[in-house]
């Protein structure tokens, strides 16, 4: 991947639409101090997301927009194209079928920020994850600036293992790895929840049991009050008029608590039919969550083992860097002498 052109408009000391084309042999921008040499730096970095005013030489970043000089008013808006080939590796990801890919920032003076990709408005991960393992992400370790070596030979070992783990292209494996591992522990969360709402389903299944088999009582009550009903249809036929009257006792009787024991009957099934459904729901929750934590499993595993063979070849690289550094010292010392 290679710059080809970077098109500047409201940015810092370019008012105008300044153009530059790289082409093959241009490997450099050189000019006379104050021409805005730095300035064409800080925009490339401003375009692919440096979020920093202090690394672009400002104190917030607002200022990167054109304040204004004698007989040019200020400008409200920023706006910054950089043009990248493919070269010999294609882009990652959707933009594997694309030549060329237009990375563009516009920002006003109000502090509005857009990202485009070939003229789509994108979010700043999109444009970070198209130049993972191209040293011009995040640490920028392609911009090599006044004191920046001696910051980087100074630096910790975790820091120049950063830098050596985004020079070796293995910064993509462990973002991605970093995003499927906190992906797998959000899923381990909603399996946890779902087991819960499972077990509170359960025990309002218990509970629906309950209620069934006081239907059931019902029901037996229901068929004692036709018993009642067709005794007392005999007690008529038969002329028995005092059983008659507590037989008509027992009937309304009968009848209220058939009515009572239907409507709470009607009830609980509802409750039952609709506490079935949300089992049935849960459980296909509960599948569908399954099969995406194998899926995440597999693809955690796949990226574990892409890690562990880029870490090899991290170690060897880093062997290879303290045999030659041991050899310059090597050299030094019998240039000394």
Request: a neutral charge; proline letters at 2%; one cysteine or more.
């Amino acid at each position: 991947m290679h710059i080809r052109k970077l098109e500047i408009h409201g940015f810092k000391s370019f008012p105008d639409r300044t153009v530059f084309h790289f082409g093959p042999g241009i490997s450099g921008v050189v000019g006379p101090n104050g021409c805005g040499k730095s300035n064409v730096v800080d925009a490339v970095k401003w375009c692919i997301g440096e979020q920093s005013p202090r690394a672009l030489r400002g104190q917030v970043m607002e200022d990167v927009v054109f304040h204004g000089a004698e007989g040019r008013p200020a400008m409200t808006l920023a706006e910054v194209r950089l043009t990248l080939v493919a070269g010999d590796r294609p882009f990652p990801g959707d933009w594997a079928r694309f030549e060329e890919v237009e990375v563009t920032r516009r920002m006003s003076r109000g502090g509005a920020s857009d990202y485009l990709l070939n003229q789509e408005r994108v979010r700043l991960r999109d444009v970070h994850d198209l130049l993972l393992d191209t040293g011009a992400g995040a640490r920028f370790y392609a911009f090599i600036e006044q004191g920046r070596i001696g910051g980087i030979v100074e630096s910790t070992p975790e820091q120049r293992r950063a830098l050596l783990e985004e020079a070796a292209g293995i910064s993509r494996f462990k973002a991605r790895r970093a995003e499927t591992l906190a992906r797998l522990d959000t899923t381990l969360d909603n399996l946890q929840r779902s087991a819960h709402v499972l077990e509170d389903l359960e025990t309002r299944l218990e509970r629906l049991g309950r209620q069934v088999e006081q239907a059931a009582r019902y029901r037996r009550y229901r068929a004692i009050a036709r018993q009642g009903a067709l005794v007392l249809a005999l007690a008529r036929a038969t002329g028995l008029l005092a059983d008659r009257r507590a037989l008509a006792r027992d009937q309304q009787a009968a009848a209220a608590a058939l009515e009572t024991s239907g409507r709470d009957l009607a009830r609980r099934e509802g409750d039952l039919a609709r506490d079935r459904e949300a089992v049935e729901v849960q459980e296909r929750v509960v599948g569908g969550i399954r099969d995406e934590l194998a899926e995440l499993e597999a693809s955690r595993r796949e990226h574990e083992s892409a890690r562990l063979y880029q870490d090899r070849e991290a170690g060897d690289l880093a062997e290879r860097a303290g045999r030659l550094a041991a050899e310059v010292l090597t050299a030094e010392a019998r240039r000394a002498h």
